[in-house]
């Protein structure tokens, strides 16, 4: 039943303690006996060996779990930045997520990241206020930076009783009840009592905000404000999961997760306020040959369509899918649709994640997420279904790498070994490209920091036994250009005997960073018949990639096709083909081409002692400081720099600050080059 399925992901900033909390809610669902540990590398979500040694979430991990008779499949999603296509491709299949704030933290930089791929989304989210029980805490605060910041309508629901220390428990708002967690049973026994005199004023106060923010999407509630009445839990409810469905109310919760408080509570809020499946609306996907929309109904009636949202290698059992249903339902022994791929494939097998852990399943439904093994050609984003039913679902968008080293086997024999590898690891991670050099013959790696890089890396050399070395960081640039221009390509040349003759004439104009390439035909069919102009289109397109000047990838070129001749006789799709990627690349060239560096916006967390020298060392790195904010205890400094300038940083600050500096690191945009 799909009514009773919750698809939720658990996503924040690194070390709000998203793992942390998931590991109770397995806890206390009874998914798992004992509570594990991020800090004792013991996590049951984080189950790569990886993980465990570094303490941080790499991979989205998936599990299943019951509370209060409803199934939750959970995604416990990465909190670093260089992992940020992990956290995409899990909110693309999700229905509601959980946003998770460090109680003294508040909203950090990966905070934002995630908060707006959730809004491209529009994931329904309620947010959880975690670590009150740390110095510095500040439940109040945290709330208004939500509201400020992330422009976010933050209703809290619960209310801390103390912080830090003397954190105890927390208010339930709705309720208006004190809860207080037994520590002699894990937080296991909530016990229930009247609010005491003290914090009755500060629990009316916030009990009025709260009916306040309701009532304003509630003529009902209103009208029993005005008379005096009490209002119904179950009203309150009511109109708090209409509007968390609608995103107009992000309701707060409290806690700490590791003092096993606040955590029971968020479980309900899941059932009761985020969606099930059958209260979205139905999804819009495309008809893979014309171009219509179609919709697909979250129903279990209907043929089926699914997504691919993760793939996994296994030694054992070959390519781990990761699907979420959205109508009908797969069945394993039975051949499915790749529409992407325009293929068949066969679902051999169908299972449950519980983390690293499998439970074997006959079929899923509309609504559940679970692993298909047998699938061959399937890559992350790809719909499959019914043949019948022909619909793909809008693919993800992934950043593009900025980083890149050269990576050489120890010794010729295991060169080939290697590629495989890499092969394997783009399979599963659509932010890791590789290639190699037609030049030099290398072979080069490109992520989205040093920190994914190295993970991958280490996955090579330790889950893959390839004896590999990597050298330095190097920065992966672009190309674009500065003026517009028009240019007239004439190609010629005998092939086998045979003329192959195109003429194309190209206008191209830069266009707006962060807009991309557009490539548009101006020419009619008679002027250019179809598979001329397909050919053409192909290599122009395909040039995009190979750079103008230096090699490097172009953006934010926008080219137009405004002429063309042809010829019965000559004109060959290879011959227009060719001749597209030469009048590209020479037209480009007349622009005046430019290159252009990834800049990168930098976050640093530092005690106020040391802030005159972390800035003069961003400053002397190329950097701008854009902003200073004051934190408890520390001053959060906002920069942009140059990416090619900051390796290496890590080190730097640890030794500026003698190891109390933290920072994060994400793309920005591409400027003008530096000078070197």
């Avoid at 016990?191 to 304003?216: F, G, M, N, W, Y």
């Amino acid at each position: 039943m799909t009514e009773n399925t919750r698809n939720i992901g658990i996503m924040a900033h690194i070390d709000a303690g998203k793992t942390t909390t998931t590991e109770r809610i397995l806890y206390y669902t009874g998914k798992s006996h004992r509570i594990g540990e991020v800090d004792d590398g013991a996590a049951t979500m984080d189950w790569m060996v990886q993980e465990q040694n570094r303490g941080i979430t790499i991979t989205s991990a998936a599990t299943t779990t019951y509370w209060n008779d409803h199934g939750i499949n959970i995604i416990d999603t990465p909190g670093h930045v260089d992992f940020t296509a992990e956290v995409e491709r899990s909110l693309r299949v999700l229905d509601g997520a959980v946003a998770i704030f460090c109680a003294v933290g508040g909203v950090e930089p990966q905070s934002e990241t995630v908060w707006r791929q959730a809004n491209t989304y529009e994931v329904p989210r309620i947010a959880y206020i975690n670590k009150m029980d740390r110095t510095g805490a500040d439940f109040f605060g945290v709330v208004r930076e939500i509201r400020e910041k992330l422009k976010a309508n933050a209703v809290p629901v619960a209310l801390p009783i103390g912080r830090e220390n003397s954190f105890s428990g927390t208010i339930d708002l709705v309720k208006m009840r004190e809860l207080h967690w037994n520590a002699q049973d894990a937080g296991k026994t909530i016990s229930e009592h009247p609010i005491r005199d003290e914090l009755q004023d500060l629990a009316r106060e916030h009990r009025e905000k709260l009916l306040d923010a309701v009532s304003t999407y509630s003529d009902e509630i209103t009208e029993l404000i005005l008379e005096e009445k009490d209002v119904p839990e179950e009203l309150v409810y009511n109109v708090l999961r209409e509007q968390t469905l609608a995103q107009t109310i992000v309701p707060v919760y409290v806690g700490a997760s590791l003092r096993n408080i606040g955590v029971q509570p968020l479980l309900d809020s899941v059932i009761r306020l985020l969606p099930s499946p059958t209260d979205l609306p139905p999804i819009v996907g495309h008809h893979p040959k014309k171009e219509t929309e179609v919709e697909v109904h979250r129903t279990e009636d209907g043929q089926a369509v699914a997504m691919v949202f993760k793939i996994q290698t296994d030694r054992e059992a070959g390519n781990l899918c990761f699907v979420r249903v959205y109508q009908g339902f797969l069945k394993s022994g039975v051949a499915t649709f790749n529409h992407n791929q325009g293929k068949r494939e066969r679902i051999n097998r169908i299972f449950r994640m519980h983390a690293n852990r499998t439970e074997q399943v006959d079929r899923l439904v509309a609504g559940e997420i679970g692993v298909v093994v047998g699938f061959k050609l399937a890559q992350t984003g790809d719909t499959i279904g019914s043949e019948g039913f022909p619909v793909v679902l809008e693919r993800m968008h992934f950043p593009e790498p900025v980083i890149s080293v050269a990576i050489e086997p120890r010794t010729m024999s295991e060169r080939d070994r290697l590629k495989d590898v890499l092969g394997l690891l783009t399979r599963e991670d659509p932010t890791f490209f590789w290639k190699e050099d037609s030049d030099t013959g290398e072979l080069v790696i490109s992520g989205m920091g040093e920190l994914h890089l190295d993970v991958l890396v280490t996955r090579v050399v330790d889950d893959y036994n390839v004896k590999a070395k990597v050298g330095n960081p190097q920065v992966t640039y672009r190309e674009t250009i500065l003026n517009e221009t028009e240019h007239r390509e004439v190609f010629h040349k005998v092939l086998a005997g045979k003329d192959n003759h195109a003429e194309l004439t190209l206008r191209v104009m830069p266009r707006k960073r962060g807009d991309g390439n557009c490539f548009k035909s101006l020419l009619s069919p008679d002027k250019l018949p179809e598979p001329f102009a397909s050919a053409a289109e192909r290599g122009i397109t395909g040039a995009f990639a190979s750079g103008i000047s230096w090699g490097y990838p172009t953006i934010d070129i926008g080219v137009e096709l405004i002429d063309a001749v042809w010829s019965e006789l000559t004109a060959t799709e290879f011959a227009f083909e060719a001749c597209g990627a030469i009048a590209f690349d020479n037209a480009c060239r007349a622009a005046e081409a430019v290159l252009l560096e990834p800049v990168m916006k930098v976050t640093v967390l530092v005690p106020q002692e040391f802030m005159g020298e972390v800035i003069n060392g961003i400053t002397t790195r190329g950097g701008v400081v854009h902003a200073v904010e004051s934190r408890p205890g520390v001053e959060q400094i906002i920069a942009e720099a140059p990416l090619k300038k900051m390796f290496g940083y890590s080190t730097a600050l640890r030794s500026a600050t003698q190891g109390r500096g933290n920072y994060a690191m994400e793309f920005s945009h591409f400027a003008r080059e530096t000078a070197r």
